[in-house]
Each structure stands twice: as C-alpha cells, then as structure tokens.
C-alpha cells in the first residue's frame, strides 16, 4: 500500500542531506518537486523551501528493493533522517 508522509521544519540543508542520502541507494531527486521511480521504489514528491515543507506521496517499495527495505523501514529511515535535521513527520 502507497504511502503519504509530510514533513516540517525541513531546511534547506536537510533537503540536500535527504537527496544525497536517496543517491547512494540509486534515487535521484533533481529538483524541488517531481517523480521518481527507480530500483522498485516510486513515489512523487515536492519541497517547498520556503514554508519548509517536504511532502512524499504514492510512496512505494517493490521488486527489487523489496528485498531489502519495506515501505514501513523506509518511512522509520525517512522519519529517522528528518529528525536528526531538525524536522518533524506529520503522519
């Protein structure tokens, strides 16, 4: 089942820290806002720097990083990621 997670409190830098953390698993995000849909994870997303908001909608695991990682480990990583930079989850 997709998931919808939303985050406060995301600066900047911790936006950058998120999109280098998602490369080393093969995820690029290019921009503030789009779609991604590589190595079984999907999802769309869109950050807004100046509110401070990251939301990540139609979040999905499938094969092949469903061998490794759930939707449910990757939103406690996600959750986990954006805490140490100073967010919040709202889900």
């Not at 990251?54 to 759930?70: E, H, I, K, W, Y």
């Not at 449910?72 to 100073?86: K, S």
């Amino acid at each position: 089942m997709a998931k919808n997670l939303q985050y406060e409190g995301i600066k900047p830098e911790a936006f950058d820290q998120l999109k280098s953390k998602l490369q080393t698993y093969g995820i690029t995000l290019s921009s503030n806002n789009g779609s991604f849909s590589e190595k079984g994870v999907s999802g769309k997303y869109d950050y807004n720097p100046e509110a401070q908001v990251l939301r990540l909608d139609d979040l999905q695991v499938g094969f092949p990083a469903s061998m490794m990682v759930s939707e449910n480990t990757l939103q406690a990583r996600m959750d986990e990621l954006m805490v140490q930079h100073g967010g919040r989850p709202l889900h």
